[in-house]
């Protein structure tokens, strides 16, 4: 979207690529510059649209999580990329479907959801439509695999699999923490030492960001509106309009500054 947010993005590449290196070459300093110089030697950085997918053959969507603005850009794109070329959704709970249908190639058309941090998280959730050809499906999975990936197959549902389970949780977290029933540290320690979770559901959403958090509610809640697992927090609300977004603005429901 433009040069500033492209050089940010450089470098947590840059910063990951050194990262993952030296894990593996622990006491080898040229094994890691080699890795790490032919790793970004591959990587290419645009704010042309146009050019970055004129010959592609797989694009992966990791925009704002709004199904309109999602439709919008598949639309665009699929009038410029070629038409082999794969595209997949890398949305956490939106329809998979109906980003599809706004393009002429269906049957290569697929949710392929990572999980954060990228890097480290060896998930990944695969959706196929009823329309997704089983070529694209074993292609992705191949992809997938290549990565160092565990790929996992659902429907095309709202939430998929962990965030249909994730947003349960997190729904309850925070009206425990509206009643005044736990502080969202004792939730967040229960979480981790009770349940045996890497983190707590506040941890998660402020990794995660707080306006993607609340993002994703509102749309399952529009979608959905008599789930009662998705109800949208005043808390949350409070927060993003605050500008409280979690880690990236330096606070959330805890302070990173």
């Known amino acids: 979207m433009s040069q500033q947010i492209l050089d940010k993005s450089r470098a947590e590449i840059e910063k990951n690529a050194n990262r993952f290196a030296r894990k593996l070459f622990k006491d080898d300093p040229d094994s890691v510059s080699s890795l790490v110089?032919?790793?970004?030697?591959?990587?290419?950085?645009?704010?042309?649209l146009e050019a970055a997918i004129a010959s592609a053959d797989l694009i992966i969507e990791a925009i704002v999580e709004n199904i309109e603005i999602k439709k919008e850009f598949f639309k665009r794109i699929d009038e410029i990329a070629p038409m082999h070329a794969i595209f997949v959704s890398n949305t956490s709970s939106l329809s998979i479907a109906e980003m599809s249908a706004v393009t002429k190639r269906e049957d290569r058309f697929a949710g392929f959801h990572f999980f954060n941090p990228v890097p480290l998280m060896k998930l990944i959730e695969l959706i196929r439509t009823e329309k997704t050809s089983d070529d694209t499906y074993t292609t992705l999975?191949?992809?997938?695999?290549?990565?160092?990936?565990?790929?996992?197959?659902?429907?095309?549902?709202?939430?998929?699999?962990?965030?249909?389970?994730?947003?349960?949780?997190?729904?309850?977290?925070?009206?425990?923490?509206?009643?005044?029933?736990?502080?969202?540290?004792?939730?967040?320690?229960?979480?981790?030492?009770g349940l045996?979770?890497?983190?707590?559901?506040?941890?998660?959403?402020?990794?995660?960001?707080?306006?993607?958090?609340?993002?994703?509610?509102?749309?399952?809640?529009?979608?959905?509106?008599?789930?009662?697992?998705?109800?949208?927090?005043?808390?949350?609300?409070?927060?993003?309009?605050?500008?409280?977004?979690?880690?990236?603005?330096?606070?959330?429901?805890?302070?990173?500054?």
């Open 37 to 48: 110089a032919e790793a970004l030697s591959r990587t290419t950085y645009s704010i042309n």
């Open 141 to 193: 999975l191949a992809f997938g695999r290549a990565l160092g990936k565990t790929c996992i197959s659902c429907k095309d549902r709202p939430g998929f699999i962990v965030n249909r389970l994730l947003f349960t949780l997190t729904s309850e977290a925070l009206q425990m923490l509206e009643r005044g029933d736990a502080t969202a540290r004792d939730i967040d320690t229960a979480t981790k030492l």
């Open 196 to 257: 045996g979770h890497p983190m707590g559901p506040f941890e998660l959403m402020d990794m995660v960001g707080l306006d993607v958090t609340l993002n994703i509610l509102q749309e399952r809640q529009k979608r959905f509106p008599n789930d009662p697992n998705v109800i949208t927090s005043p808390t949350l609300e409070k927060m993003v309009s605050a500008n409280k977004l979690g880690v990236k603005s330096g606070e959330g429901f805890y302070s990173y500054k």
